[in-house]
Structure formats: structure tokens, C-alpha cells
T-cell receptor, first 115, second 111 residues
């Protein structure tokens, strides 16, 4: 079975600082990778996803993530955060080569951006 | 277009009472359906998934059960709620496993 680790549980940054949130997964087969964001009081929203191809994927709101297969990682980055990026961020994977196709989520990272 | 409906939005139930949360999907057929729970301070945990009518897979042994009586209906139930069942319950669907749509969630408080 897959598992996902997000090592940063709570991150506090000032506006304009750069962001990198770590995500590591364990699964030996093909994976699909996702980052979701949950703003306070709102639903889960997809930030970006990786299925295949260019390992550097760009998502909404200036976020990007890089899939490094050798490190089993899919870290999320943003060069300059804004106060409106305050939210909880979840990394998720599913096994691309099984019929289960359920997402396995990390425990989440709470990002607090201070003005 | 496809939409997903989940209700109720909030629920306060006493310990030992039954539970029924419903999720329905519109605009698609034979979707994969999922129930997740987000406990306070924790991530999303997959509870059940279904690839078809009457087909339910349980991920975590617990006090809950799920049923899929119709193609686009997914129900989460309990006969007797425990305090530990409190949390935020999310229904989701996916046609292919490469895109997921989440419902608006139900915040359950067991008192």
C-alpha cells in the first residue's frame, strides 16, 4: 500500500518569502501525484497534479512541484508567498497501476503567512 | 456537468445514536466513489471506496459501514456512534483515478 509523508506540520512565513513544502511517498509502482489546498472554511481544491512527462509541473496561483522519482518526492514550491496563501496543504498519491485508484493523503501542512 | 452533493453540512449526534450520511453524484455513470474522514489535527484518511453498485472496500476497521445502493449514491452509516467518530467527512468521486471531485463535507460532532 502507498503512504505519504509531509514532514512540515506547521510553517510560518512572512509575505514574499519563498516556500517549499516536502512530500515523500512510498510505493514501488507507477504513481499519480497531487497537491491540494484547503483554505479556511472552504473545500479542498486541486493545486496541481502529475501523471507523466515533464517532472516539473505548474499549478494555479503560482505554485509548482517537482517530481523526483529517485527520491520518491513531490515537493511543492512558490517563489513568493502572499497572505492569501494561508491554508492547509495536502500531498496525495494514487497507484497508477491498480484499479483501486483511491487517493492516499499526507497529514497536511498548515501554512501561515504573516503580512 | 458533473456535480457532487453531500448532506447534511453539519451534524451533532449523541453517543450511541445511529448515523447516515449521503452522497450523490450527477452527470456521470459508474464513478469510483470514496468516503474520507479528517479528524481534528490530522490528514484525510480513506474510509471506504466503491468501484460499482454493491461493491464496497473498507480501508480501516472501525465503527462505520458504507453502502452503494445505486450507481451514483454512496451512504456512510453507523449503528452506534462513538466519540471518536467525530470529524469532517468528505465524499469524493473519480471517473478514472486521475481527477477527483470532493463534496462540501459533513462536520460531525458526537457528544
Amino acid at each position: 500500500a502507498q503512504s505519504v509523508s509531509q514532514h512540515n506540520h506547521h510553517v510560518i512565513l512572512s509575505e514574499a518569502a519563498s516556500l517549499e513544502l516536502g512530500c515523500n511517498y512510498s510505493y514501488g509502482g507507477t504513481v499519480n501525484l497531487f497537491w491540494y489546498v484547503q483554505y479556511p472554511g472552504q473545500h479542498l481544491q486541486l493545486l496541481l497534479k502529475y501523471f507523466s512527462g515533464d517532472p516539473l509541473v505548474k499549478g494555479i496561483k503560482g505554485f509548482e512541484a517537482e517530481f523526483i522519482k529517485s527520491k520518491f518526492s513531490f515537493n511543492l514550491r512558490k517563489p513568493s508567498v502572499q497572505w492569501s496563501d494561508t491554508a492547509e496543504y495536502f500531498c496525495a498519491v494514487n497507484a497508477g497501476d491498480t484499479g483501486r485508484r483511491a487517493l492516499t493523503f499526507g497529514s497536511g501542512t498548515r501554512l501561515q503567512v504573516q503580512p | 456537468s458533473q456535480t457532487i452533493h453531500q448532506w447534511p453540512a453539519t451534524l451533532v449526534q449523541p453517543v450511541g445514536s445511529p448515523l447516515s450520511l449521503e452522497c450523490t453524484v450527477e452527470g456521470t455513470s459508474n464513478p469510483n466513489l470514496y468516503w474520507y474522514r479528517q479528524a481534528a489535527g490530522r490528514g484525510l484518511q480513506l474510509l471506504f471506496y466503491s468501484v460499482g453498485i454493491g461493491q464496497i472496500s473498507s480501508e480501516v476497521p472501525q465503527n462505520l459501514s458504507a453502502s452503494r445502493p445505486q450507481d451514483r449514491q454512496f451512504i456512510l452509516s453507523s449503528k452506534k456512534l462513538l466519540l471518536s467518530d467525530s470529524g469532517f467527512y468528505l465524499c469524493a468521486w473519480s471517473p478514472t483515478g486521475k481527477g477527483y471531485t470532493f463534496g462540501s463535507g459533513t462536520r460531525l460532532t458526537v457528544v
